[in-house]
């Protein structure tokens, strides 16, 4: 999934009187990723270290003159240039501090703008369409400049782009309310003419992006109306003729945006790549009519990607350098880190497991200090560098295998040589391919296992599961496996992180857990995290009950808690809040609850559990179920623990699956009184719940009404 | 009761000045504030907490300083003046020029004798209080850098004197420096930045505590010039010290809007030597806390923010009574909103300009809880901006509309309103001399007389017409008493004016025949409001304990009602409220409906119905509404309360009926105030 983190503020905005431009005319990327030159629309030009978030220099023209064109950085010969009133050009160091002492040369015609691409020359665009090299330009600056565009046509946008060392412009115009678009090259010089299609009448195009792949040019523009197509142009088989009839543009809709009530106004489209599209001013789809979000859109699937809300007025302007997203609005000009990973349709559709992983290791807004001091280069963080030479380092007498040696060796070798192998593999590899790999060492180890009974490599095991490329369909065997071995730890693992265990599995882990003998199930050690939820559950109660900050409950509280509970109490004592099942064996089945499963499979499998599974099962259910809803129990943030809701889903599915064994079984008498009496003190609180609600909603109405403006002219009555 | 047209009107931007700095007379309760704008307002603590006078501000006076000598009233600011207040005229009495530069702080001897003044220049200048005035005596030793802050020994023989990085103890006798505290800066980055030592208080046993801009509050032994603890209270800046009289508590302001309290005590039970160890922690303020008095019960703050609090110390009074109520105090105890019932005008009182608006129009009718639609929105007539440098302390509007005035300490300004089509407005260029410093103005209800109080509880009466306005009488009084007229009040017969003063009199006067009339009797408590019913002529006062009396100006003695009302006794929930009422109109319809608001509500007295039963719900207008028709009248008593309008300027019967409700949300207030301190969170 594409994602935007956390932007952080480059520099303040001082937009005009009505809000009606941000003030800020362009940015450019200046020597590296690093650093943009920010133009005003007025006289300001400044240089900024985008990760230090702060200028480094910053120019300004005398008070009278008007910069009308970003400036732009000539990384060949490190110089600025910019343009002054239309017709004067002027280049200047970083170190120059006046600019009205650099060098300046006027030109005949009016200036569109200067583009520069990285490395490459900067080009003239005249504002009738004429195109001309800036050095060549400068060796004659009153040479005359041709007009290219009709009388009454004018540019609206214009870019420059590098396709295979060739630099091509290009530039869209407007002609009685038609548009065009033209492709000129440069050295040798042709151009080619396009005409758009029209959209419904009166609409133009409210912003264009062009990228270049795949040897073709793609150009991406958006109407007022929330479209916005894509139209691809060939770089080859140009300039034969020179374009004086317009070709028609093909075009195909890439994405149909939602644009609320009226039309788009302030809005912008941007490829990021070739699937992901940055959209800033148009609607979020589910927060209402609001314009100022920032959101990427996936144009495969048609699914938004990720949104965020920008305060303050949206002006329509986005740029992007080096993954990161420019946006002026309000009085801010804010920088978003993006990331727009390689989509499929399984992470669009939020099924891949990985997602979450991935968004636990955002990239830092924060700058870090490698960054700063040694630039881009030290990007891998430090940490995993260290961890990775201190690995290597004590593997150092291990050549580096690829990965059919370990597979080799895995056949043969000793469990020790495997585990060092393997762990020397994991560190070595990226973790994108891994994942082929990692199955196929799964597979290996466990088939070997499974010949073998002598062989068998737990800790390994574990840290491919751990590496979270493995599911169970990659490698059936291994969590029978792991039963058969009583390797519980690695089961635990599996039923964590496995996203596609059948429920036959899933059951026969149920029935291994629950008949595993408490004193067994103690010796094995487990996930902290799980161990820790669990044990916090257990001591709470034998703890005093509801005791908080030293604060115990008056006891009118603690008799309408007793009344909600007697009917259970009656039948089982005080014995009742104990758990039925040991610490571990408790946390092994919570794992099983956490599992995803479909009813109608599970169902048949359930029925193979014994009568007297069933009932510690349940039993331990009742005690999970009295555990979470007394004292308002506050689900551990940052535990894995299995909800309400699950807890409850499972007790419906063992009732349905063994109803009549229970109902015959005397010993289950009790537990399902209890079970019915819990049943019915929550419909008893839902009722009442009910109850209240109109109340509640007439609530919200009276809130409603509050707004109350400067003035108004009120009726109250007085009893 | 019925229903009511209501003009909710929140377009009045009153927005009130920051609490620079205080100062509290144990002998007589008085709490003297100053505000950034320069106004000083008295409270007496002993009356409910009631503002009874106000002097208004003047610009660039920028008191700084507050000290109380006796019943007399000093103040120092950044303009370079030591300034004493008249009390009984409400202005400043004279000013002294101190020649050291701006003064930050002032502070007396424990006799009294002395004020010494701490100046820009780095100078502590001691002047000699002597009657009607003060004189310049010495400079202590000069030093380098300005003095901050500065406190007097109990003995009167040294002075603290706080400066940046140091404390400096005088010999007041010799004006040597004994003795130099240095304070240490603050640690990591602004070590480099010089401390400011805010405040220091200098305790009988030599003990001085220092609040400073590191935010340290420090215990200094004096004798030794030793520290002796230091504690860390906040990020940013201690502002302020307070020492309580028995110096065994001192509290500390920061500006973080926390104020902390210190205590002697000794730290286990059975230990016999006392320490200064930090105890509780209050935190009313959401600003910078620059203005701290130590009572002996109470903990009052004020700061940027603007509000007052009176914080009980709850080891100190009696709980769960009134007494321990947090009080806080955003609004002023006086109207700043006139209001014209014939024209539907209203006048808005600024420090530096009056609004005069007028009411929008609603066409339609509604039922109950409706807002009708608006068919004229109100406009602004006037915005007529004050001259001079001094604010102005007290305006008026006619009945009609036709006449605007104000004054400032300096001069009173009469205008002519005249509405035709467009507006003109017209000064009315030659005032009689005897109108020249007022602390109230009235118009008689035929708009043909002005009555203005002037020193001495004397009254000036003038005539105005379009021709002239002429000097007609001064209505005077014979208690003697000199505290200035606060309330003024005219029936609507043109026959009586009644005044009130901070003694508490209320006094009636005949108009007719330009006499005193009577006085009503004395009641402990100042009178917060007063107005003389339009049909009975009797007089309506409400006073700062929230008593209400009822006088007959004919019979020259309390009404039947009045009495009944004191027998019976006012609900405690009445009695507890903590905002006086502060403005009275009637129904014209129904002379029995008696109208009076507070800051949170304004209530509607039925004289024709019983008071209510010492256990009756006081506030019933919900168990009235859900009550059928026919059981209502079993169950109402004479007070009608309406909370739905909150932080009332005005509430006032126009003459249509409608009722006129200026609300100034306190949340619109302190949205305007600028941002607090910004507190650090991580990583930001």
Known sequence: ?719 | MGEFKVHRVRFFDYMPSAIRTMAFNSQTERLAVARADGAVEIFNFNDNFFQEKVIPGQDGRATEALCWVGHRLFSAGLNGEITEYDLENLRPQYTVDAYGGPIWTISSNSQGTQLAVGCEDGTVKIFAILEERIQFQRNLNRHKGRIISLCWHPSSAQIAAGMTDMITIFDAETGHATRRLLVDRAMGASKNKEVVVWSVGYLSDHTIISGDSAGKVQIWNGLTGTLVRTYLVTKWDVLVLSVSKDESSVIAGTSEGTVIQFQFISSTVDQHDKEWVRTRTFRNHSHDVSALAHTDTAVVSGGMDTQLVVRPLLDKVEKNTQESALRKIAFPHRSLVGCAKKAGLLLFQFPDHLELWKLGESEGHGKPGDRLPVKRKPEKLIELKRKGEDHICCSALSACGGWLAYSTVSSVRLYRIQYNNTISINKVSKLPKELRSVHQLCFSSDSSKLFASSCQSSVIVVAVSQQECRYLHTLKHKTGSRQPVHLLCASDDGKWLATANTDCEIHIYNLHKMKLHCMVPVYNSCPTTIAIHPVTNNLISVHADQQIFEFSLVQKEYTQWSRRLQTQGLLSLWLERDTPITHITFNPKNPDHIILHDTYMFCIIDQSLPFPELNAVLWNQMILKSLPVSQRIGQSHAFKICKSFQHLMCVSLLEDLSLVVVERPLLDIMSQLPAPVRQKKFAT
């Open chain 1, 1 to 719: 999934m594409a994602a935007l983190y956390e932007g952080y503020t480059l520099c303040g905005l001082v937009p005009d009187q009505n809000l009606s431009s941000s003030g800020i005319q362009g940015i450019e990327e200046e020597r590296d990723r690093d650093h943009v030159v920010v133009t005003d629309s007025t006289r300001l030009v400044t240089l900024y270290k985008v990760s230090d978030q702060k200028p480094l220099g910053s120019w300004t023209v005398k008070q009278g003159q008007k910069l009308t064109c970003p400036a732009v950085f000539n990384s060949q010969t490190n110089e600025y240039v910019a343009v002054t009133d239309n017709k004067v050009i002027r280049i200047w160091k970083e170190d120059d501090i006046l600019l009205d002492k650099a060098f300046k040369a006027t030109v005949s015609s009016d200036v569109w703008k200067v583009h520069c691409t990285h490395g490459g020359e900067p080009v003239v665009l005249f504002q009738r369409g004429a195109v001309r090299l800036l050095d060549s330009l400068l060796a004659a600056p009153q040479q005359p400049i041709e007009e290219v565009l009709a009388q009454e046509e004018a540019i609206r946008w214009s870019t420059i782009i590098v396709a295979e060392t060739q630099q091509f412009i290009i530039i869209t115009t407007e002609q009685k309310g038609e548009h065009f678009l033209y492709l000129q090259r440069l050295n040798p010089n042709s151009v080619q003419r396009y005409r758009l299609e029209r959209e419904e009448p009166g609409l133009s195009p409210l912003s264009f992006s062009a990228t270049y792949r795949d040897k073709h040019i793609c150009l991406l523009y958006l109407y007022p109306n929330g479209h916005v197509y894509q139209s691809v142009l060939s770089v080859r088989g140009l300039g034969t003729e020179e374009g004086v009839q317009a070709l028609p543009l093909p075009r195909s809709l890439l994405l149909g945006l939602p644009v609320g009530d009226g039309q788009l106004e302030a809005a912008s489209a941007m490829a990021l790549d070739e699937a992901h599209v940055a959209v800033v001013g148009v609607p979020h789809p589910s927060a209402g009519g609001g314009k100022d979000f920032l959101c990427i859109w996936n144009t495969n699937f048609q699914t938004l990607q990720a949104g965020k809300e920008m305060a303050g007025k949206i002006y329509g302007q986005l740029w992007s350098y080096s993954n990161k997203v420019f946006i002026p609005h309000g009085k801010t000009l804010s920088i978003i880190p993006f990331e727009c990973p390689k989509s499929s349709l399984a992470s669009a559709l939020g099924k891949l497991k990985h997602t979450k992983t991935e968004e636990s290791k955002t990239p830092n807004s924060v700058p870090s200090w490698n960054n700063i001091l040694h630039g881009e280069k030290a990007q891998p963080s430090k940490s995993a560098e260290t961890r990775r030479t201190r690995t290597t380092r004590k593997s150092q007498s291990t050549t580096n295998l690829t990965t059919d040696q370990v597979l080799e060796l895995i056949k043969t070798a000793p469990v020790e040589e495997i585990q060092k192998e393997v762990e020397g593999f994991l560190t070595r590899a990226e973790f994108q391919d891994l994942q082929p790999s990692v199955g196929q060492l799964a597979l290996t180890l466990v088939s070997r296992s499974l010949a073998d009974p002598a062989f068998y490599s737990s800790s390994t095991l574990a840290q491919l599961v751990h590496t979270r490329c493995l599911c169970h369909s990659v490698c059936p065997d291994l969590v029978l496996l792991a039963l058969e071995k009583k390797d519980y730890f690695l089961c635990q693992l599996c039923l964590q992180f496995f996203p596609d265990i059948p429920e036959a599995v899933t059951c026969a882990c149920l029935k291994a857990f629950i008949s595993i003998p408490d004193v067994d199930a103690e010796k094995v050690s487990l996930e902290p995290d799980s161990v820790e939820f669990m044990e916090n559950l257990i001591t709470r109660d034998r703890a005093e009950a509801g005791l908080q900050n030293g604060f115990s409950p008056t006891s009118s509280v603690v008799n309408d808690r007793q009344t909600r509970a007697e009917d259970v109490k009656k039948v089982s004592g005080p014995s009742q809040l104990s758990c039925p099942v040991g610490l571990h064996k408790a946390v092994l089945i919570n794992e099983i609850l956490q599992t995803p499963y479909s009813d109608t499979f599970l169902l048949p499998h359930l029925k193979d559990l014994s009568s007297q599974h069933v009932m510690l099962f349940l039993q331990y259910l009742q005690f999970l179920c009295l555990k979470y809803s007394q004292d308002a129990f506050p689900q551990m943030e940052g535990f894995r623990s299995p909800s309400l809701s699950q807890i409850m889903d499972w007790v419906c599915l063992l009732l349905d699956a063994h109803f009549t064994v229970l109902v015959m079984t005397p010993e289950a008498k009790g537990l399902l009184l209890n079970l019915h009496s819990f049943v019915k003190s929550q419909v008893r609180l839902v009722s009442e719940l009910g109850k209240i609600e109109g109340s509640l909603q007439e609530l919200r109405k009276m809130k409603a009404k509050e707004s109350i403006g400067q003035y108004s002219i009120e009726i109250i009555e007085l009893f």
